[in-house]
């Protein structure tokens, strides 16, 4: 990936957190739902089990904070639904171009 500029570099390292607990606060929720649910306990447990292991691989959960990985990790929270392409406004042009590429290489 070729570099972005330093707005952009700072802007997504502020704007990451906010984005990671909200995704979160969503995730728990449906962990609150999961669990609620009018199933066996046991295939409740499992399934919440298999949901946090997966999950947490996330990018919406953990990022490894690198200025070459920048893109790749805004495409992947786009992927998993933790933004949305509209929350990157901010962003340069060639920031949302180089995560449309990479999304639809995904498709």
Not at 52 to 73: C, E, F, H, P, Q
Not at 91 to 103: E, G, P
């Amino acid at each position: 990936m070729r570099n972005f500029s330093e707005k952009d570099w700072k802007l997504f390292r502020k704007k990451l957190p906010g984005w990671q607990e909200a995704y979160m606060e969503r995730l728990c929720k449906e962990y609150i739902d999961l669990l609620s649910s009018d199933t066996n306990a046991s295939d409740r447990f499992w399934e919440l089990e298999k949901r946090i292991k997966d999950d947490r691989k996330k990018t919406g959960v953990i990022a490894t904070m690198s200025r070459s990985k920048m893109i790749l990790n805004i495409a992947d929270l786009v992927y998993d639904g933790a933004i949305s392409m509209d929350e990157l406004e901010e962003f340069s042009d060639d920031v949302k171009t180089a995560v449309r590429m990479l999304l639809r290489m995904e498709q």
